[in-house]
Each structure stands twice: as C-alpha cells, then as structure tokens.
C-alpha cells in the first residue's frame, strides 16, 4: 500500500536549534498513528510543517502521492489535511454554527447552487446535513447557536474536532486533543475518535501514552527532534533507549 | 455650539471612512498600510479632473472617482502589499510609506503642485430656528451613518463577512479551514481603498486639495485606529466621531491645537491600553 504521507528529510531549524532533523515519518491510508515523545522534542513542529505553517529549513513532504512540501496550508486542507492545535483553535467571534459553516465553504464550488452572497441561505444550503451530523457526532448539537466564547474548554476542543470533521479530511492531526480536559472529557474525545477513526487516517500527538496505546496502531517516539524510535506500541514502549528517554523523564515529572 | 457639533460629525465622518480600510488592514494581514494615503489623494484628483469633465455634475465626477481607485488599489495590494504578509511590521511600513512617496510625486507631476479649489457642491444652507447649517455638511454626516449599518450587515450577515471576522480574530485558523484568506483579503483592501476614495471626495469640496493633503490626515486616521481598536469596526466607527468632534471642539477655543488633540488623546489611550501587536 502507498503512503498517504511521508516525509523525507525533513527538517526545521530556528536560529541555531534544530527542532525538526531529518525525519522520515509515513503514514498509510486509514492508518491511526500517535507521537509521543518530551516537551520541546519538536512534535508540534513537525505537524506545523506537515500543515504548512513553516517551510521546512530541508526535507520534502508528499501527501497522497504529491509533493506538497510548498504548497499553502489552505491548499493542502483542499487536499485533506485536517489539523487541530495543542491549545484549542476556533472562533470566538463566532456562533459554534458559523465555525462550522465556515468549515465547509471551501466545498462552495462543488456545489453550484451557493454561490450566495448571504450567510443566512448558505446555513440552509451547504451541506447543512454535514455540519449538523458533526455537531451531533461531538454531542455539541443544542450548543449549535451559542456564541463560541461561552462553551467550557472541553466543548470547544469537541467544536475544534467538529470541524476538522466536517473538512472531510483523508487525515486529521490532533495535537494533544486530551490536554487540559478532565476524564470525563478525555472519555468523551478517546469515544470519539474511536467512532470516526474508519473513515480517515489519524495522527494523534499525546503526552499521557497510556490513553492511547489502546487506540493507535503505530507509535513514534520523537527527541530533541529526532524520531527515536516507531512502530508497534506495545514494542515501542519496551525498547530501552524510549525507556530511558520518556519514562526516565514521566518518572520525574510524576514525583514533582 | 450646534455649529461646532455638525463639523465634528463631519470631520468623524470622513475619518471614519478612511480609517476602515486600515483598520482591516492591520486587523487581517498585520500591515502599517501608509499606501492608504495614496488611495485618498488620488480619488481627490480623479475628482478634479472628472469635475471639469462633467461641469455640474458632482455625483457622477464622485462615483468615477471612487470607482477608478478600485483597480489601482488592486495593483497596489497585487504588486506590493501582498509581498509584505509575514513581514516585520517595520518593513511593511517602510515599503508602504514608500509607495505614498511615490504617489505624491506622481500626483506632483500629473496635477502640479498648486492647490486646486474645489467648491461646495451643494452650496445651499438649511435653516432651523435661526441656525444655517450647510447641507452638504449634513449629507457627509449621513452617508457615514448609512455606511456604518451597510457595513454592520456586510459583516454580519454574507460569507465574505463572517470570513473576514474569523481571519480579524486568527488569520491561520481561517487557512485551516482551507479558506484563502489572501483572496478574501483582496476584496476587502479594494473596499477600504474605494471608501478612502470616497472620504477623500467628500472632503475635497470643504477642504483644500493638495498632493500632501493625504499624508496629514492619515495620521489622524491611525490615531483613530489606535483608539478604536486595531480591526475593530465599531470602535473605529466611535472613535472617528468622537475624535472628530475633539478636533472641532478644540479648534473653537485654539484653532491651531485641533490635531494634536487628537494625538494626547491617543497617547493617553495608549497608556491605559498599550496596544498588543
Ligand atoms: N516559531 C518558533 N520559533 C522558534 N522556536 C520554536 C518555534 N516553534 C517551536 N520552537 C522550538 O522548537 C522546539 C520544539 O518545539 P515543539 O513545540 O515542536 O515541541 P513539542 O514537542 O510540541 O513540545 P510540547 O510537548 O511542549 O508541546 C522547542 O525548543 C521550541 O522552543
Ligand atoms: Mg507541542
């Protein structure tokens, strides 16, 4: 089978440090993948450029099939490339209805019927199923005309996935979806991706493994920029270098 | 007093006009934009031109004005503005003021640079209870209003609006929608372009028209986007009025103190709300 993504090379530097070096990541279709690895090891990076936020330093990204290392973020979402932030991105200027809304206006011109100038007839005609369905999939459907800035972190990190849904994406890159939630949520987010994971490939950046070993089917564990070492969790978490590397570090992050 | 206050609506009014566009400006795309200057000046000399064309006719020479800007200000934001996205805001402001240099010239060289005198287009004057007011004056007052609301529901209520509202609050997030914000940008710098246009138009007839006459009112401007809130529209909306009516207040008492009113105002502004970029 082909790579949906894959990198070769890739790499990021910021003035004197390296935050990306020479990663070759892949990723099939359908495939669901978690990254773990310490603070500063260069995770969110490596989705920035994945996402087209930073031009690489080196490196070339290919998504299904394309080189898309210069092309423009919006472009590579047209592509289907859903991403979500480490701290949640969305709209507080906005109804949780017009975030969605915005979300699908990109399949405007699919559609002949909404070449529309008003807001009010594109809620009735764009794919007003499709974003109905993701608000109901996120348990977010009574919240549909609440103003963005009323919803409690929880909720807009469900909106945020709504609308990475609602792309229709081939791939969807949660950074640290779980952070900052409490179980209850954290329930409710892992519930999710279990319900949505047939239909598009995953990456799923976590700093808690233990949450989603169950769910992911191939572990890359990144330092200092590097991929240190991927491939079946349950191996990955055994090898001893990730050993000393991650748990050396949770260790101490646990008795402080 | 009532005097004073139609002439602060009126001097609010065009300001309001003007600071829109840069407003959004810096609001979507972080750029100082002093090519703002150039778009006001050169609806003024459209108008000049055009005025004598159609002798007696102000509203059409008005609306060919505005309407000529449009595709400059596509050249502008084609050619130059859009190399500036992602730049240092010290860059942006360099290559922009740039352009208004060159616009200035420009103008030097096509108009000369005598003033011309433009006179009030309406020229009638209303009469209530022993007080005459200058219709035209009114009218200015009155297109900013119908502006306002037009622009009110512009924002609120088409897809262009609400984009442009999503990328005021973060730009990225809308390219993560896989919107072009660049592209919706475009459109919005042409209308803040075409209503600096038309402030300068409006004003040209009360005013007097110079090649320079852009640059001292666009720092008015800025100062009414600092006050109103960088890419907030209904903050500029009142703070254009509200420093219009300083202006005209202050320059009833001290007719050479009306600007830098503005700017103390600004500066306290400032020090209660320093602006974070
Ligand atoms: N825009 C930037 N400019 C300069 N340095 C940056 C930038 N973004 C990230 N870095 C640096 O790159 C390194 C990797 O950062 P990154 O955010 O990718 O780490 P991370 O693995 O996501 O960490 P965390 O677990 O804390 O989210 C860090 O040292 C960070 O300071
Ligand atoms: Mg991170």
Redesign the pocket.
């Known amino acids: 089978m082909s790579d949906l993504i894959s990198t070769q090379d890739l790499t990021?530097r910021?003035?004197g440090?390296v935050?990306?070096n020479q990663v070759n990541f892949s990723l099939q279709e359908g495939q669901v993948a978690g990254i773990i690895?310490?603070?500063?090891?260069?995770?969110?990076?490596?989705?920035?450029l994945l996402s087209g936020f930073?031009p690489p330093s080196a490196g070339r990204i290919t998504f299904c099939g394309k080189d898309i290392t210069k092309i423009p973020p919006h472009k590579r979402v047209g592509m289907g490339m859903a991403r979500t932030f480490?701290l949640v991105s969305v709209f507080d200027s906005l109804t949780v209805w017009e975030n969605l809304v915005l979300s699908t206006i990109r399949f405007k011109r699919d559609q002949q019927s909404v070449q529309s100038f008003f807001f009010a007839p594109a809620r009735k005609r764009i794919v007003v199923d499709d974003c109905l369905k993701s608000l109901e999939l996120v348990g977010l459907e009574k919240k549909a005309s609440a103003r963005t800035s009323e919803l409690s972190y929880g909720e807009k990190r469900m909106l945020e996935i709504a609308i990475g849904l609602s792309l229709k994406p081939r791939v969807l890159l949660l950074?640290?979806p779980l952070s900052g939630l409490s179980d209850h949520e954290i329930g409710g987010v892992l519930d999710l991706i279990h319900r949505v994971k047939k239909n598009f490939a995953l990456v799923i950046?976590e700093?808690k493994i233990s949450k989603i070993v169950s769910v992911v089917k191939k572990l890359s564990v990144?330092n200092e920029?590097k991929i240190l070492c991927e491939g079946d969790p349950e191996q990955v978490l055994r090898d001893p270098a990730v050993r000393e590397c991650y748990w050396g570090k949770e260790e101490e992050n646990c008795s402080t | 007093m009532i005097h004073t206050i139609v002439y602060g609506f009126t001097i609010g009014a065009i300001l309001y006009f003007i600071a829109i566009g840069l407003s959004l400006t810096f609001g979507m795309m972080r750029v100082i934009n002093f090519a703002h200057t150039l778009t006001y000046t050169l609806g003024v000399y459209m108008l000049v031109s055009l005025g004598a064309l159609f002798k007696g006719y102000f509203v059409i020479a008005a609306m060919i004005a505005v309407v000529v800007v449009i595709p400059i200000s596509y050249l502008i934001e084609r050619c130059i503005i859009r190399r500036l996205y992602g730049e240092s805001l010290d860059h942006t402001f360099i290559a922009t003021f740039a352009i208004a240099l060159i616009g200035v010239d420009t103008i030097k060289w096509i108009w000369g640079v005598l003033p011309y005198p433009l006179s009030d287009p309406i020229g009638e004057y209303l009469t209530i209870g022993g007080l005459t007011l200058p219709i035209y004056r009114i009218v200015i007052v009155m297109i900013a209003i119908l502006l306002f609301i037009g622009l009110e529901f512009f924002f609120r209520k088409s897809i262009v609006g609400k984009i442009v509202v999503a990328a005021l609050e973060d730009r990225d997030g809308v390219g993560c929608l896989g919107i072009d914000v660049d592209h919706y940008f475009s459109i919005v710098f042409m209308m803040g372009s075409a209503l600096a246009a038309l402030g300068g138009v409006l004003y040209a007839p009360i005013s007097s028209v110079h090649p320079y006459m852009g640059l001292s009112i666009l720092l008015l401007c800025f100062a009414v986007v600092i006050v109103g809130g960088m890419g907030n529209l209904r903050g500029t909306f009142v703070s254009a009025l509200a420093l219009g009516m300083i202006m005209a207040v202050t320059a009833r008492y001290w007719s050479q103190g009306a600007e830098t009113m503005v700017f103390i105002v600004m500066a306290i502004v400032l020090i209660f709300r320093p602006i974070d970029i």
Request: hydrophobic residues 35%; charged residues 20%; glycine residues 16%.
């Open positions: 990021k910021f003035d440090l935050a990306v690895g310490p603070n500063g090891s260069g995770k969110t990076t490596l989705f920035n930073f480490q950074d640290e950046i700093h990144m920029g």
